[in-house]
């Protein structure tokens, strides 16, 4: 993608992407909360004609590169115009893949990237992207921390919405990767009600927290475990067996992956005298739980 092609593309689009929503639009301007800090009053002006913006609270603006490339920097991530325009290509193409830098291409398989620091969600920009996800950050905030990884290499620290596994490590997500702090684990949460029946397993933190969301906050009265990849069935498997369980509750993808992971948790739970009960039927057709319930909000992906 050329200059001239990046700057044609609306600036609304691009925030749109983000999961920012107008707050108030007349024919020639709209106004939105800055994704550069938590506010309640919306200070960020987009010149609809113009297509550029200004935000108030920060006393700076320009065209849409120029967003693009303080939102990368806002976020501890490199921020040239190429890496602009890599990201602005990616969102017109549709994909959410966009990776700033090979060197934290995948985080799990990134020995150089280190866990710096912990604390409760606060970034602007992770703030934004949970909420795209559909996911309030009122019921966030008791599963997720915000989490900042050190890159030894590059010297740079970046920032992350962090979900705890069983290890010490972190599955980690923010708008432009996924991967995790070793050790790569399990993530189990505790049901409300006293030695439980029942067990439910998610495959990912953002489809366990869509039907948090979906149940008002409420959490689940069995016990969950979270694989956080299809890689960890076995460290799954462990921490059911013998425990007593009548029922497991699977929300794996509607893919040949979902498929298979639960066929091998039915032949484990025949041995263990559990009932599988595959949740598919509330989510499809679509690809998992999270994408579902973007769709009963009308988010996009």
């Known amino acids: 993608m050329d200059i001239e092609k990046a700057k044609s593309i609306p600036l609304s689009a691009i925030l749109e992407k983000l999961g920012l929503s107008v707050k108030k639009q007349t024919q020639k301007e709209a106004w939105y909360l800055s994704p ?15 297509n550029i913006w200004f935000d108030f609270g920060e006393n700076r603006g ?7 490339c303080d939102y990368l920097e806002s976020g501890g991530y490199d921020f040239t115009v190429s890496d602009a325009l890599r990201w602005l290509r990616n969102m017109v193409e549709g994909t959410a893949d966009f990776q700033p830098s090979p060197a934290i291409k ?3 398989e990134n020995p150089k990237l280190v866990l710096k620091d912990v604390h409760p969600l606060r970034h602007a920009a992770l703030i934004h992207y949970i909420k795209s996800r559909g996911i309030p ?8 921390r915000e989490v900042s990884a050190y890159h030894t290499e590059k010297k740079k620290t970046y920032f992350s919405i ?4 069983e290890e010490n490590g972190y599955e980690l997500r923010n708008p432009f990767f ?6 790569k684990y399990i993530s189990f949460i505790r049901g409300t009600v006293t030695k439980p029946k029942g067990i439910h397993i998610f495959e990912g933190f953002m489809d366990y927290l869509s039907v948090i969301t ?21 460290q799954a498997k462990a921490y059911i067996k013998g425990y007593g369980y009548a029922v497991g509750f699977t929300w794996f993808d509607n893919d040949k992956a979902g498929e298979k992971a639960a066929k091998a948790f039915n032949e484990f739970f025949k041995s263990e005298g559990i009932i599988l009960k595959p949740k598919n039927d509330i989510y499809a057709p679509h690809k998992d739980v999270n994408a579902w319930h973007m769709h009963t909000l009308g988010l996009g992906l």
């Not at 320009?62 to 693009?68: E, T």
């Not at 962090?162 to 596994?165: A, K, S, T």
């Not at 409420?218 to 076995?234: E, M």
């Open 106 to 108: 995948n985080i799990d």
């Open 36 to 50: 550069f800090r938590d506010e309640k009053t919306p200070s960020f002006h987009v010149d609809l004609s113009k």
């Open 62 to 68: 320009g065209d849409s590169i120029k967003f693009v």
């Open 137 to 144: 950050p009122k019921f966030a905030h008791k599963y997720v």
């Open 214 to 234: 979906q149940r008002k906050g409420k959490p689940l009265s069995n016990d969950t475990i979270v694989l956080n990849s299809l890689t960890c069935i076995g």
């Open 162 to 165: 962090g979900f705890p596994n």
């Open 178 to 183: 996924k991967g995790c702090i070793r050790p």
